[in-house]
């Protein structure tokens, strides 16, 4: 199944109109079938009523004269019946019995019988033009001269078969009677479907698919409008509001995203101005707490008082890093992820405590300072909990991808999701705030990607980053 719109809509609108068009074609072509079978049972019908008329007169002739009068229409030639008298019935190879030929086959013992008599000894049988014979002698079309038959009996290139009627008209004495149907009914097989017919069917679904396929490309361009200004709002970038266009449906969805976008502009800001409030008014009792905490005389009351002051501003400390590490406010720009990498591991490749494998193709356009933080945190991770930190990159066409391998225990896949909430630490974690990983997954969506986790067979924890590139963006990789 084709994965894009226009794929699948093309795909759909070929099976309805194949299926359509077959449907029609087989009522059409049985209804084309039962006529012509109508009409070649008529012709046949027509065709027996003039070898009955043929049957009749020499029928009437004296037997001496029999001979003279085929003698003179062979000389003759051109005459629509090829009669010959025989002294026994001839034993030809007959062509298979189809429902077409069955059904002549009957008609003409029908109207034969009906003329000449129930009593009347016929055999009416096809023979194709090869092992047709005609005289006593078994001679075949070909030895022939071609004034006696060849005009009645041949239809070259066609070669039509040749209905074969033998009539007993006495003891020793067989009229033999050999003739073609008449036009069209030449050949008697049920072809398939008509060459014109096939051609209308791929005629019309190639243009429909045509006409299909510039209406959906038609349809579906502001749906990848709307999926660019999505893209660049989910990296923060301060974009104008989509142009409201193509049908009513997506100009509803246009207006519905531009309000969302602006109310979540609203949101944005009026959080950080919210935090930026929270973080000024914390601080200052916080620090007046303290102040009155070194006035107490009580050492231990001193240290209580402390310790809790100390866990509320590690509390606010936490917080207000989460909110800055995954909501910074950057200009998207091209990053050249190999330097980022370069400038992270340098401190670490003289203890080897930090390998990397491969590099980046081209560089990725998002914002340096989160995608830098991101890394930083993934590696600081990796070194903090895994004593060492094997990176590997894997850059293509699609995405750029990131594995970053440690030493450590790994993490029980039932808690693989937890460890990226906030303040959350396995056991016998204590540093830090516990939001490393969770600030490093919130900068891989904001740009599109994904952060996780996979404990490694051999031990270890391998943490994946994965950023997907666009469409431009895959050009200039494959072109690189």
């Known amino acids: 199944m084709p994965r894009s719109l226009l794929g699948r809509m093309l795909l759909l609108t ?9 449907l029609s074609s087989v009522i059409w072509v049985s209804q084309l079938r039962a006529s012509q079978l109508e009409g070649l049972l008529a012709s046949a019908r027509s065709l027996a009523h003039s070898m009955t008329a043929s049957v009749s ?3 009437s002739l004296p037997l001496a004269y029999r001979p003279l009068v085929l003698d003179q229409l062979r000389s003759m030639g051109g005459t629509r019946f090829v009669v010959s008298l025989n002294d026994r019935p001839l034993d030809m190879q007959v062509l298979p019995v189809t429902p077409r030929k069955q059904a002549v086959i009957e008609a003409f013992e029908q109207v034969l019988h009906e003329r000449l008599g129930e009593q009347m000894e016929i055999s009416v049988e096809f023979v194709g033009p090869e092992q047709l014979r005609l005289f006593n002698s078994g001679l075949k079309l070909d030895e022939l001269p071609r004034s006696w038959a060849h005009y009645s009996l041949t239809l070259e290139p066609v070669n039509p078969p040749v209905l074969v009627t033998q009539i007993r008209l006495g003891e020793g004495e067989w009229l033999y009677i050999a003739s073609l149907l008449p036009e069209p009914y030449t050949s008697l097989e049920a072809e398939g479907l008509p060459r014109q017919q096939v051609g209308f069917i791929a005629l019309t679904s190639f243009f429909l698919l045509l006409f299909i396929g510039l209406l959906v490309h038609w349809q579906t361009r502001p749906l990848k409008r709307l999926a660019r200004a999505a893209r660049e709002l989910s990296l923060g970038a301060d974009a104008p509001p989509e142009v409201e266009g193509g049908g009513s449906e997506v100009v509803e969805v246009g207006r519905a995203f531009n309000a969302m976008r602006e109310r979540i502009s609203r949101y944005l800001t009026e959080r950080s101005q919210l935090f930026s409030a929270i973080s000024h008014d914390l601080r200052t009792p916080i620090t007046r707490l303290r102040l009155r905490v070194e006035l107490l005389e009580d050492e231990q009351l001193q240290h209580k008082f402390g310790r809790d002051l100390d866990e509320l501003e590690l509390l606010v400390k936490g917080a207000l890093q989460c909110v800055k590490d995954t909501d910074i406010h950057e200009n998207i720009e091209p990053i050249d992820l190999n330097q980022v990498l370069d400038c992270l591991v340098e401190p670490y490749l003289a203890s080897a405590r930090v390998t990397v494998q491969g ?13 830098k933080r991101c890394i930083g945190n993934l590696i600081d991770n990796a070194l903090k909990y895994g004593e060492r930190a094997h990176l590997r990159i894997i850059d293509s066409a699609t995405g750029f991808v990131l ?4 030493e450590g225990p790994g993490v029980p896949e039932q808690r693989q999701e937890q460890v990226f909430e906030p303040h959350v630490r396995l056991a016998g974690q204590q540093q830090g705030y516990g939001l490393g990983l969770g600030i490093a997954r919130n900068i891989a969506h904001s740009h599109g990607g994904e952060v996780s986790l996979r404990n490694l067979r051999e031990g270890g924890l391998r943490v994946t980053l994965s950023l997907p590139r666009s469409a431009g963006q895959r050009v200039n990789v494959t072109g690189r």
Do not use: E
């Open 57 to 59: 007169y020499f029928r």
């Open 403 to 406: 594995q970053v391998d440690d």
């Open 359 to 371: 590099r980046a193709l081209a560089a990725y356009p998002g914002k340096p300072l989160a995608l």
């Open 14 to 22: 070929l099976l309805v109109v194949t299926a359509a068009q077959g």
